[in-house]
T-cell receptor, first 113, second 116 residues
Framework: AQKVTQAQTEISVVEKEDVTLDCVYE???????LFWYKQPPSGELVFLIR??????QNEISGRYSWNFQKSTSSFNFTITASQVVDSAVYFC??????????FGKGTKLTVNP | DAGVTQSPTHLIKTRGQQVTLRCSPI?????VSWYQQVLGQGPQFIFQ???????GRGNFPDRFSARQFPNYSSELNVNALLLGDSALYLC???????????????FGSGTRLTVV
């Protein structure tokens, strides 16, 4: 069975601090996909990144970066120089080819001015 | 282009009633899935439809049903509502064309259902 663990329930930082959100996953599949979604108070899940299990390259997109390590089954997300607009709940998710997403419980990030 | 649209945005129902939630996918997306998100939790998979056929079902009772129409829009029906059905119901669509590759989902803003 697939499982995603986001151990950090809530994180609070001051603007401009760097913050890393942890994600650990479990799966028996050799081909799988990892995702990060952002959920602002409006409720919509905003897609941030998709990674397949064969691509362990780290990725950077502006202030966002992702560290995928198969050896530790982790897919961590770092926000550099955080801003108040980054405040949201962030979800890590896992799927196989079927696209049935298994989500973690989410990490609520609060960025204070 | 319009994103995934869901209606209604909010709904209040009484225990025992039935509810129908609607979803229109992104144009060109043939795969639609439904998720239930209880407050403070991550979304839970309910159904997936592709080309009008049910492709997957999560661990939900038979009170939950869904269907996909020829234009790829979808409806989620919940019968005999319980207080515990109160949640945000999210619809998502995907470009998935075959069983070999996942493209990821684009989610709508959801329907917030309150059962009283």
């Amino acid at each position: 069975a697939q499982k995603v663990t986001q151990a950090q329930t809530e994180i609070s930082v001051v603007e401009k601090e760097d913050v890393t959100l942890d994600c650990v996953y479990e799966t028996r599949d050799t081909t799988y996909y990892l995702f990060w979604y952002k959920q602002p108070p409006s409720g919509e899940l905003v897609f941030l990144i998709r990674r397949n299990s064969f691509d362990e390259q780290n990725e950077i997109s502006g202030r966002y970066s992702w560290n995928f390590q198969k050896s530790t089954s982790s897919f961590n997300f770092t926000i550099t120089a955080s801003q108040v607009v980054d405040s949201a709940v962030y979800f890590c998710a896992l799927s196989d080819w079927s696209e049935k997403l298994v989500f973690g419980k989410g990490t609520k990030l609060t960025v204070n001015p | 282009d319009a994103g995934v649209t869901q209606s209604p945005t909010h709904l209040i129902k009484t225990r025992g009633q039935q509810v129908t939630l609607r979803c229109s996918p992104i144009s060109g997306h043939k795969s639609v899935s439904w998720y239930q998100q209880v407050l403070g939790q991550g979304p839970q998979f309910i159904f997936q439809y592709y080309e009008k056929e049910e492709r997957g079902r999560g661990n939900f009772p038979d009170r939950f049903s869904a269907r996909q129409f020829p234009n790829y829009s979808s409806e989620l029906n919940v019968n005999a509502l319980l207080l515990g059905d109160s949640a945000l119901y999210l619809c998502a669509s995907s470009l998935q064309r075959d069983r070999r590759t996942s493209y990821g989902y684009t989610f709508g803003s959801g329907t917030r259902l309150t059962v009283v």
